[in-house]
């Protein structure tokens, strides 16, 4: 029998609660198949039957409402094994460095492991790579952005769909097919390379119009201003858009594969400090592959989840 993950076992404890694969699915922020697809080899490393499940309902097998208990205390050990190594740790400080996002809840999930001291990169917000054009300081330890960098280590932390919604004029409401998109391209390939190459290879693999710009309008009043000149629907960056939808347009859904944009967890390989690694644990338990795994999912080259 394989190593079985704790991971998987707090997969089945969540199944096992829900009792629908579905509102599991959603609770562990991950894809349906996925969480199946985990289910099933746990199922096969530990040699039973956990569920049994049929089109319409999910029910515990004898064998895995023996186990549940069993499984919940060894998590409720894992947690405070956890706990315990982070009060070890908490007395030193771990500085997080972050481009555009961070977890909502960093604060009650660090609380207890590391004194988690938060900075914004130095590079403009919108290139998206932590770190470019300076090396963070020593104390910088972790970062949240768009990409590892050499020797460094990325675990998926959040992800957003940029090309589900696009927004589009009044005319084009439903769903709209990749191809039939437009995404645009700054010409200021400093503040904006990393949305450029990822709006590019989304044109190149899914026969999108892209279409240059000069103004920043990626995001803000001006890119609205883009979509009303369009007759095509434009797929928006979920890099910045802080500005409200006018009553003029209308959001739609695009059709074909499921498109994202992923945030990551970022940090040294050689990295040893049990508070930076009782940090990373922290930050990224129970996220799970966040559905990047899923057979119609869409990243583009480079992205270290691919």
Known sequence: MTDVELRQLRYFVAVAEELNFGRAADRLLIAGPSLSQQIKALERDLGVRLFDRDRRSVALTPAGAALLPHTRALLERADDLRRRAGRLAGSEAVRLGYVNWLPADLSSRTAGVAQVHVDAWVAPSHTGRPGRGREPGPRRVLGTGRGPETARTA?????????????HGHRHRGRAGPGDTTVLLDDDTHSWSS???YAEQFAHDTGAQAVPISDGGITGPAFFDHVRRSRRPVVNSPKGQTTSLPS??????IAGPSVHWTWSLVWRESETRTAVLAAVDALCDGVGDLGLRAPDTWLPEGDPHR
Do not use: F, H, S, T
């Open 155 to 167: 675990r998926p932390a959040a992800r957003r769909r940029p090309a589900v919604r696009g927004v």
């Open 195 to 197: 949305w450029n190459d």
């Open 248 to 253: 003029d347009l209308v959001r739609c859904e």
